[in-house]
């Protein structure tokens, strides 16, 4: 058995970090730290969310409660970085009605993350309302990271990372670049022509599943379309509910604007693998961009 033993068959050449990606949900962040060519597992508890994360990148993805007892302990011997994107809806700034959207999202781990003893850490989270939530780490808006911006998305990013990651676009955090899309959120399924808070305003209509997953920096993997048989879906309250269609369609809205955007976990990850600045999809997306307003 190899060094990742139950992980995969990851090698183990020394440009290359080896990264466990903690709260992998649909695999995203994990994706830009491949793309910057590193070998990442991603470890997730949402049996749905691992499933979707199995078709992106590498799909590395084990199902795996990660505040499991001795679990970050059997990490220490098999890598040397870890990425971690709690659960945020304790701390949003950005949400401003309902319960926590997701199943495993009512706990704020962020504090926990920014324990976890690893040399190379980048923990990842929204800000929060108080500026006294949001002193653990760097805020950074996912439009500074491509050189033309997708989208604004203000998130910090805190631990063990002494490398600055190249900001493209402007190397100072602004909330809000005009003119840029604004964030993707998981419930951009409910966006309508007048919504105020969704990505949808930038549309004047819902955005689509394609146009959502664009912004966070990838194509929709063809698989996502179909809905398991075995998928059992939960409302807010822990209850089961039916596994619609819709409902399935719901949950990959919710997957997409859960994730860390492909072209932000890349920049953090090239600071060490020495790969380009630019994101390798930069001009086409530029191009798609460009060919849709
Ligand atoms: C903010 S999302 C992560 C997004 C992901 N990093 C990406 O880029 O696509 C947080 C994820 O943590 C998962 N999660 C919550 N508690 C967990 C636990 N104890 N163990 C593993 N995953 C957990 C949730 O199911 C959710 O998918």
């Excluded at 795996?64 to 990490?75: C, P, T």
């Amino acid at each position: 058995m190899d060094r990742f033993g139950a992980y995969g068959r990851l090698h183990n050449p020394a440009e290359k970090l080896r990264i466990a990606v903690l709260f992998d949900g649909a695999g995203l962040a994990r994706l830009g730290l491949e793309q910057a060519g590193h070998e990442c597992v991603g470890f997730e508890i949402d049996e749905s969310k691992h499933h979707l994360s199995t078709f992106v990148g590498s799909g590395n993805s084990v199902q795996q409660d990660v505040l499991q007892e001795g679990f970050i302990e059997s990490l220490q011997h098999d890598f040397d970085a870890l990425w971690a994107s709690p659960p945020c809806p304790p701390r949003s700034a950005a949400r401003t009605q309902g319960g926590p959207i997701g199943r495993f999202a009512q706990v704020d781990l962020t504090d926990w993350a920014l324990a976890l003893p690893f040399n190379v850490l980048w923990v990842e989270n929204v800000l929060g309302r108080c500026a006294n939530q949001n002193l653990w780490g760097t805020p950074y808006n996912a439009a500074q990271f491509t050189r033309t911006p997708f989208q604004n998305r203000n998130r910090m990013i805190g631990g063990f990372d002494t490398h600055l990651p190249p900001r493209l676009y402007d190397e100072r955090y602004r909330r809000v670049f005009p003119g840029v899309c604004p964030t993707i959120m998981a419930t951009e399924y409910k966006g309508c022509a007048s919504d105020k808070r969704r990505a949808s305003r930038f549309y004047g209509r819902r955005l689509t599943l394609e146009e959502a997953a664009f912004h966070q920096g990838f194509k929709i993997p063809p698989a996502w379309r179909t809905k398991p048989d075995w998928w059992q879906p939960y409302d807010n309250c822990g209850e089961p509910v039916e596994p619609t269609e819709v409902r399935w369609r719901n949950n990959l809205y919710q997957a997409i604007g859960n994730g860390v955007p492909v072209y932000m976990a890349y920049a953090f990850g090239a600071v060490y693998s020495g790969k380009p600045k630019m994101w390798p999809w930069t001009k086409r997306w530029e191009r798609l961009m460009a060919a849709w307003r």
